[in-house]
């Protein structure tokens, strides 16, 4: 490391990605939000404090997610984690999906959760969401254990034995009181249709 | 998924080097730049991916979201295949400020191939070729190509113009003559964040400059910002060892490319010390 070369040419620069950083990650507070479902009803973090809460992000139009759905992945974790208490939310900042795109979307899935429709991408920018699908999982004392991918398994190549499923990891070792071994990951997916 | 047949409706002696799904926006076409297999020959094979209009496909690191492209190659016996070499790719910027990094246009990525002592022609090869493809939405696609080397006819021709120019546009080592760099910020703590800048001398204006992270596995890059005044050109970005990695990073492979006014692309390849 040297500090050879003068620096003070850049002190006006302005960092125009500085809201990037400003997503909270790993370790910090979940943020906070209140969002209509798709069946109209308002939904807010606070509604679960002191559970366990996953946070899916979704866009129905992108193929890792229709992926995902075809193979039950995400049902399958609901299921099997909703019976320990776990409280799954799924989010779409998908920008041209209203409350009635993802209502047939449910439909279709058979999806008993709840959909959050976050068309201004709000709540998708808070936590810093770039790919659908890109799973959080929250904590009891609502902070974020987990951000990153839903598997080690982008292309849905891999034998179930051969794949590492971090979202499940992270939510048996939370629901074990460890700490989360692998807390962050890249994610892998569309990006978020977020609003131009 | 987009899986094309090359081996279709009773056309079995036709060895298909193109592929074009309509579902896919990418045509994907096998080529080779073998003209004669001389004993010891080294010679290319790759796939060239060409995206509709409006449409890309991601580099090895894609970025804030999307898939890294792959490319697969199979010969026979004895033929060594190297690394599959990446052309300079370009950034985008996907809404919600989302970073992109891939082709926008025409990229061939192939490999160096070795032919054994001994070997005869023709050489069977084949490619299996995997993309994510997005414009306002995104398609997985693939292919697989097969071709007898060397290529002929209108198959050669268009492998002699996928590779005319090819090498110029791929990353080289950076020679300490044409830039030098220091890093401050540092250093990265084992796990967890650190904002870096990268200072880059050149011998002259650089013209535009962009930098793309290619970090391994366990280290993430995001937020990178390149400006540039006279011949010096600061990249800030922020680098984070992730926690539960086997193995911590000790350097970021980064690939620099300066353009200049007529839009002339140099690519090279440095390794910023995170310790």
């Not at chain 2, 799904?21 to 290319?44: I, K, M, Q, W």
């Not at chain 2, 005044?229 to 926690?243: H, I, K, M």
Request: charged share 20%; hydrophobic share 45%; aromatic share 8%.
């Amino acid at each position: 490391m040297t500090h050879s070369i003068p620096r003070a040419v850049f002190l006006t620069a302005t960092l125009a990605v500085a809201s990037l950083a400003a997503a909270a990650g790993v370790g910090d507070p979940a943020p906070g939000f209140t969002l209509a479902d798709h069946a109209g009803n308002q939904v807010s973090l606070s509604d679960f404090e002191g559970k366990i809460v996953v946070l899916e992000w979704l866009n129905p139009d992108c193929p890792f997610v229709v992926r995902h759905y075809k193979e039950g992945t995400m049902k399958g974790l609901e299921d099997a984690y909703d019976d320990k208490g776990v409280v799954w939310l799924t989010v779409n900042s998908t920008n041209y999906m209203d409350a009635e795109a993802n209502a047939a979307f449910a439909e279709k899935e058979g999806v008993d959760w709840k959909i959050l429709v976050d068309q201004d991408g709000t709540v998708g920018h808070a936590y810093g969401a770039q790919t659908t699908p890109h799973m959080y999982v929250i904590d009891t004392n609502g902070r974020i254990v987990y951000a990153g991918a839903i598997d080690d398994d982008p292309r849905g190549s891999k034998k179930a034995s051969e794949r590492t499923d971090y979202v499940a990891k992270a939510l048996d070792e939370v629901l074990a009181g460890k700490a989360v071994s692998t807390p962050e990951t890249k994610p892998y997916g569309c990006s978020v249709k977020y609003k131009k | 998924m987009n899986r094309i047949r090359f081996s279709a409706f009773g056309l079995a002696l036709a060895l298909s080097v193109l592929a074009a799904a309509e579902d896919s926006h990418v045509r994907a076409r096998l080529v080779s730049d073998l003209e004669a297999l001389n004993p010891g020959a080294t010679f290319h094979v790759g796939v060239v991916l060409e995206p509709e209009p409006g449409w890309h496909v991601y580099w090895r690191n894609p970025g804030g979201a999307g898939l890294a492209t792959e490319v697969a190659l199979e010969l026979p016996d004895g033929f060594a295949v190297g690394e599959l070499r990446w052309p300079a790719p370009v950034v985008f910027v996907q809404p919600g400020d989302i970073i992109g990094y891939g082709y926008e246009q025409l990229v061939l990525l192939a490999a160096e191939v070795a032919a054994p002592p001994g070997a005869a022609a023709p050489v069977p090869v084949r490619a299996a070729a995997s993309w994510l493809a997005c414009k306002d939405v995104c398609v997985l696609g693939s292919a697989e190509l097969e071709a007898e080397l060397p290529l002929t006819g209108e198959a050669a021709a268009a492998a002699r113009a996928a590779f005319a120019g090819w090498r110029d546009r791929l990353p080289r080592p950076a020679r300490p003559d044409e830039v030098s760099m220091s890093v401050t910020g540092g250093p990265l703590p084992s796990t967890g964040a650190a904002e870096l800048t990268v200072w880059l001398s050149w011998p002259e204006p650089p013209g535009e400059v962009d930098v793309f992270p290619d970090p391994g596995p366990g280290l993430k890059v995001e937020a990178v910002r390149t400006r540039s005044r006279g011949a010096l050109t600061r990249v800030d970005l922020t680098a984070t060892r992730l926690a539960g990695s086997s193995a911590p990073a000790a350097v970021l492979p980064v690939v620099v490319v300066r353009t200049d006014g007529e839009g002339g692309r140099t690519a090279l390849e440095l390794d910023i010390d995170l310790d």
